[in-house]
């Protein structure tokens, strides 16, 4: 009798272990959001806009590429992140914006630019580790 409980014990340790596996991945299926449609089109269009900032940085039209960097972060606004406002890039930004207000747009176009892609970077990696995950979910047949 007390090989049975024992044996019944260890039974219901590994179901419920099973069960709490289970719970945490259909929790994984919640956090594998799909990059949507609204935020691609927002990086898509911030994508244009840096490439044209790009082009007028190359031509040295500063005011130019300082309006179309801003017109690109605008575009992509909170979308690169789930965290809005917890990256060091808002900081920068700041730094940014007082050069543009005291006139230095080549600084600023400068600055920028750096925030942008790092942004569109965060961006693509969050769209990838999104992708894995809905990967994941289909090789273990929890297709979402």
Do not use: W
């Amino acid at each position: 009798m007390k090989k049975v409980a024992i044996i019944l014990g260890v039974v219901l340790v590994a179901l419920l272990g099973v069960g709490v596996a289970l719970f945490k991945i259909g929790g994984l299926g919640y956090s594998c959001a799909t990059v949507a449609e609204v935020d691609m089109r927002s990086y898509d269009a911030a994508l244009s806009d840096y490439g044209d900032a790009n082009k007028a940085l190359s031509a040295r039209k500063y005011p130019l590429a300082d309006s179309l960097m801003d017109r690109a972060i605008a575009d992509l606004g909170d979308s690169y992140t789930d965290k809005p406002g917890q990256d060091d890039t808002v900081t920068v930004l700041a730094a940014a914006k007082g050069a543009t207000a005291g006139g230095d747009f080549q600084l600023a176009a400068h600055i920028k630019q750096e925030v942008l892609a790092t942004r569109l970077a965060l961006f693509q990696k969050e769209d990838r580790m999104a992708q894995r995950c809905r990967n994941l979910l289909q090789r273990l047949g929890m297709k979402r």
